[in-house]
């Protein structure tokens, strides 16, 4: 299927087609039954549906087949990029050299603003995969964040070889045009593209980029207004809308979106430590209240589902978890 027929972020990750179903294998109907409603909840948008059921089935069964893969790109699509790289490691060790999960590592560790990395990796999926133009986008993104912008400008041009007019090597080349300051152009060719790439928030927010850094903060602030409301808290966002506000006069309210910013991040710092503790203790169930406690607190329930998952199996008669479970459950409930 064609990259340029694909839109919203599922286009991205459904790179290639599952391979044979869930079926084939012996585990219990009730296990497959999860992964079959999970994958359909993701197929159709319904993300945090399927982070709970598909982080369920990954909790109670590790190795259960495709269910890292998948959980990955749920992870992928709710931003979470550093529990998504872990279910893509996990699942390549299933399926080394395969050139979809190559990719999405590569992707990810992209996303997660960990580029050296990101460009080894997608490097070996450009290599599985010469004609998949993605690959060799997000390899010249990785390059350009590392300084190497004419190597950047060659992958992508590479890209835009194999598939002419493909919007998201179009949105890759206006962020070399924004790197290299020439905004103008920039912002004519990100509104070309605006809609038709495979992530459009993500266009958007290099729109407003674009705009705040070419003199138009007041026009960059509307993008990012309506960006942060339409999403979980996002640290990078409130900084974006933080420098608009402050750049277009608007003093009181920048300030004060400065200091959401700070207070985001001090939390985002305690969750990478405790995601670093559950990981390191696995079976430490303290530390896994703490985190999925702190996540709730702040309103990320996607971030909150496979964790949460993970201490239902361990400790499902457990008053705390049973407590947990009942308010992820009515934040993720429809109003």
């Excluded at 199996?313 to 992820?328: F, H, I, K, T, Y």
């Amino acid at each position: 299927m064609s990259f340029r027929a694909r839109r919203g972020i599922l286009a991205l990750l459904f790179l290639f087609a599952l391979g044979s179903g869930p079926g084939s294998t012996a585990q219990g109907p009730s296990v497959s039954e999860r992964f079959r409603a999970g994958a359909a909840a993701l197929e159709a948008g319904q993300v945090q549906q399927a982070l709970n059921l598909l982080g369920s089935v990954a909790a109670e069964d590790p190795d259960f087949d495709q269910v890292q893969a998948l959980l990955g790109r749920a992870c992928l699509v709710a931003g979470l990029e550093r529990q998504a790289k872990q279910h893509f490691d996990r699942a390549l060790t299933q399926d080394p050299g395969n050139a979809q999960l190559t990719f999405l590592l590569g992707f990810s560790l992209y996303q997660a603003a960990r580029y050296f990395e990101a460009a080894r990796t997608l490097e070996r999926a450009q290599a599985l995969a010469r004609k998949n133009p993605l690959p060799r986008i997000y390899h010249g993104l990785a390059l350009l964040r590392l300084g190497q912008a004419r190597a950047a400008r060659k992958e992508i041009g590479g890209a835009l070889a194999l598939a002419p007019g493909e919007p998201t090597a179009e949105m890759a080349l206006a962020e070399l045009d924004l790197a290299e300051g020439r905004f103008p152009e920039a912002e004519k060719r990100i509104r070309r593209v605006l809609g038709k790439t495979p992530q459009p928030e993500q266009s958007q927010i290099l729109l407003g980029r674009i705009l705040l850094e070419g003199g138009k903060a007041a026009k960059a602030a509307v993008i990012f207004e309506g960006l942060i409301r339409s999403q979980p808290p996002r640290s990078d966002l409130l900084y974006l809308q933080a420098q608009a506000l402050l750049r277009s006069g608007e003093g009181d309210l920048g300030r004060e979106t400065l200091e959401r910013f700070q207070r985001l991040k001090e939390v985002e710092g305690k969750i990478r430590l405790l995601e670093v503790e559950v990981s390191t203790h696995p079976s430490d169930l303290e530390a896994g209240l703490r985190l999925v406690t702190l996540l709730l607190d702040h309103g990320m329930a996607r971030n909150a589902a496979v964790p949460l998952a993970k201490l239902r199996r361990q400790a499902p008669d457990d008053a705390r978890v049973r407590r947990l479970v009942g308010r992820l459950e009515a934040i993720s409930s429809p109003p």
